[in-house]
């Protein structure tokens, strides 16, 4: 009588594996339902003797889940002893012994250690192992026994993103080889310890940034086994501006220190004869910020497989900086009303802003202006090892129709039409410039490209814009991508004025060739000067190189119809300010100068019209108007004062203090037509901060923190923020009010963390008045050198 076969089922997988028959297997009952946690313990010990018996048909879970130890033909060794005492025929215990298991691995994550200096991240405050691409880094590996190459097989497994794939690069297969060659996914032994072994690992200069998942697979004549996943070893892996074969490789060393290592940088605002600065913390390597800048390029939901071009991760984080498509870090503000979040002009550095990001897991941080955008941007840059700087533009135009101009319309009166004048030019705009080859554009446009993340205009349909290579910018290339155009007419557009006839069409009555794009200004590499980098986004103005750029550019625009051949001018207008220009709660004087070069008479009409604008260029209010007639003599210079009274303007400004001169003429013996635009700014006054006695690492510190009011009136509940990277995380110091023109100090303690020079930043956040920050060096000693 044949034997009786009972079919054998995993009721946990039902639906995913059918009912099999054993033929060599007697006699195996099912069995009776029992308590739970001991049904669980059998079934375990029976389907791991039944996957001896028939692997193919009694599979382990899938192995893609890295969080899960997984090993082909072998128990968990910490489970060996589970299912109540009983064990399947087959000794599991002998078989696991005689696999080739890994006891541990070290990535030898030490900060003094090669591999993260030889990497340059020692600086990041984690105990994340970071490296960079194109690079090898060393790991040691402790087996269950010697590893013996002759019969021994080994491969590390790299996985990244939620859907690794070895087609897309990633999931990495790094083989065991004798010589490590450049460019590619490869492991060498380089020492042997007994059951330990040193590998050498090699990854290729594109490869995939991110965070990696590390298993170790061996294999030898009794079967394969896998490594347990330890998030402790999970491999970040950055851009390499060190490696030559990297697209984002930067060959000078200082400009290295200062684009990629430098975590406090310089922004600049105002007006181009008003250039203010202020201090601003960046922080790429303090705690949680590349978890939090990994965070921003997930949020994106882009595939990981595109993370290794530097191209698309820029183009990507342009667009998560801001929040109107995708939830992104910084919802904008431009109204004046901050109530239900962060002034922009408080905020002094990128830490708290990605962290509050990370933290609330994707809800926008509020609120954001250029230079906020500007600043994460470049520390998300930073982080991610792209070689990167925050530009201002001063009269930085924004061209709404793509004209490649910036058109002004007036009625027949001289007056704006302000419902027609979409296009502004704002009194500076900032952005972010970051440093890689551009292998998608014809050769001589790699190098520094422009990406600005301030949500302006679309590109594609998202709010982002760039990399834009500032030498196509310069030879009017504006048909390269991407968004050359857009960044074009920002920095060289010409200033077109455009006056109603009476039968309703328009006509071009003047232009200014020389207004937009002045002053573009970045932290000077090795110190705190500004440097001017005009020069690297256009040619000199009014040159013929110039000309032929603005020419080339604007016959790509929506009105290349509307240049016009120069055309002979005896009457010039320019508008002169004095020193440093007006403070807050003053006069504001100017002086108006008007030049006749010819040997006859002129009468001119000359109009004037202030407005308080957003620094954005948007008009808010006109505050002051005057026409007046001024004859002036042949060969003659004419100059008027011009002055603005603190009581026309004290309740009219708003962030910035922003105020925008139109000045428009007309000439009545030749009938020449004159016009342009100054803006400037109300100076505010700065927070001076003075450190108080020595400053050491573990040892409390005192600084003094004075302001002067420069208004007559109340500034109501005032609120002081401070921060420094190593110094003090960002802190609120509530202050109450502060009389007209009084002058109030405090002290604030606080513990260093980090030794070496350091930046305290300080900001006033009120009502009544914006832009007051300061900054003060303090060189912090360690422990060890101040004792001694």
């Not at 990167?388 to 061209?399: K, L």
């Not at 009409?605 to 008009?619: D, E, I």
Request: charged residues 25%.
């Amino acid at each position: 009588m044949p034997p009786v076969i009972h079919s054998v089922r995993d009721s946990s997988a039902v639906g995913r594996f059918p009912t099999v028959t054993l033929p060599f297997v007697e006699d195996v009952e099912v069995e009776k339902e029992e308590p739970a946690e001991n049904d669980v313990n059998k079934k375990s010990a029976c389907l791991r003797w039944l996957r001896k018996a028939c692997p193919c048909c009694y599979k382990r879970a899938d192995d893609d889940d890295a969080t899960e130890t997984v090993v082909t033909g072998v128990d968990d060794p910490d489970k060996e002893n589970e299912g109540n005492g009983e064990k399947p025929t087959t000794e599991e215990g002998n078989l696991n012994e005689l696999l080739l298991n890994v006891r541990s691995i070290d990535l030898m994550k030490s900060k003094t250690g090669a591999n993260l200096l030889e990497h340059h991240t020692n600086l990041y405050q984690s105990d994340k192992f970071v490296i960079r691409r194109g690079q090898t880094f060393q790991m040691w590996i402790t087996l269950s026994r010697p590893f013996d190459p002759n019969t021994d097989k080994l491969h590390l497994e790299l996985k990244t993103g939620p859907l690794p794939a070895v087609s897309n690069g990633t999931h990495i297969i790094v083989p065991l080889v004798e010589d490590l060659e450049d460019g590619r996914w490869e492991a060498a032994v380089v020492q042997r310890d007994d059951r330990r072994l040193k590998l050498s690992v090699n990854s290729p200069p594109t490869a995939v940034v991110g965070r990696y998942q590390l298993t170790v697979e061996t294999s030898c004549a009794n079967g394969p086994a896998t490594s347990r996943h330890d998030p402790a070893n999970d491999i970040y892996m950055l851009f390499n501006p060190w490696c030559e074969d990297d697209s984002v490789f930067l060959d000078s060393e200082e400009e290295r220190q200062e684009y990629v290592l430098n975590d406090v940088g310089r922004i600049y605002y105002g007006t181009d004869l008003q250039i203010g600065e202020r201090t601003w913390n960046y922080g790429q390597f303090n705690n949680g910020i590349l978890a939090a800048c990994l965070f921003v390029l997930e949020r994106s939901r882009t595939p990981n497989s595109g993370w290794g071009d530097p191209v698309n991760v820029t183009r990507i984080i342009s667009a998560m900086v801001n929040s109107p498509d995708d939830l992104g870090v910084l919802e904008g503000n431009w109204s004046g009303d901050y109530s239900q979040g962060t002034s922009p002009t408080v905020w002094s550095g990128s830490v708290e802003i990605l962290k509050q990001y990370y933290e609330s897991r994707g809800t926008p941080v509020k609120y954001g202006q250029c230079w906020v955008f500007a600043g994460v941007f470049t520390t998300v840059l930073r982080c991610l090892g792209i070689p990167a700087r925050t530009v201002t533009n001063f009269s930085s135009a924004h061209d709404t129709d793509v004209s490649l101009t910036t058109d002004i319309y007036l009625d027949e009166e001289m007056e704006p039409i302000e419902h027609l004048n979409a296009d502004s030019i704002w009194n500076f705009h900032v952005w972010t410039d970051c440093w890689m080859s551009r292998p998608d554009l014809p050769p001589g446009n790699g190098g520094w490209q422009t990406v600005d993340a301030t949500p302006q205009e679309t590109s594609q349909g998202v709010f982002r814009c760039g990399p834009a290579s500032l030498s196509a910018i310069r030879n009017g290339q504006v048909y390269l991508k991407h968004d050359c155009a857009f960044v074009f007419a920002e920095v060289n557009s010409d200033k077109i004025y455009w006056q109603k006839n009476k039968d309703g069409t328009f006509s071009q009555i003047y232009s200014e060739k020389n207004t937009v794009g002045r002053f573009i200004s970045t932290k000077a590499v090795g110190s705190d000067e500004r440097q001017d980098i005009t020069h690297l986004y256009k040619h000199p103005e009014g040159s013929e190189e110039e000309r032929i750029a603005v020419e080339t550019a604007c016959s790509y625009g929506s009105k290349a119809a509307a240049y016009s051949s120069p055309t002979a001018e005896d009457i010039s207008l320019e508008v002169i300010m004095e020193g440093d220009g007006p403070r807050m709660g003053e006069n504001a004087e100017l002086t108006i100068r008007l030049r006749n070069v010819s040997s006859e008479l002129r009468t001119v009409t000359l109009h004037s019209q202030l407005a308080v604008m957003y620094y954005t260029g948007v008009h808010k209010d006109t505050v002051k108007k005057d026409t007046v007639d001024e004859e002036i003599l042949p060969n003659e210079v004419n100059e008027l004062a011009w002055e603005l009274n603190y009581d026309t303007y004290k309740n009219q400004l708003v962030d910035q203090a922003a105020l925008m001169l139109t000045l428009s003429a007309r000439v009545r013996e030749t009938q020449q037509v004159l016009a342009t635009q100054f803006g400037f700014r109300l100076r505010t006054p700065d927070l001076v901060i003075k450190p108080v006695g020595k400053a050491v690492v573990g040892q409390k510190m005192k600084v003094e923190i004075s302001f002067t009011n420069p208004l007559p009136v109340v500034l109501k509940a005032v609120i002081f923020h401070l921060e420094g990277t190593g110094l003090l995380h960002g802190k609120k110091i509530p202050y109450a009010d502060i009389g007209g023109h009084a002058s109030v100090s405090f002290t604030e303690h606080f513990v260093p963390t980090l030794p070496g020079p350091r930046k305290l930043l300080a900001s006033l956040d009120c009502q009544q008045l914006t832009q007051v920050h300061g900054v003060s060096d303090i060189n912090v000693e360690d422990k060890s050198s101040a004792a001694s």
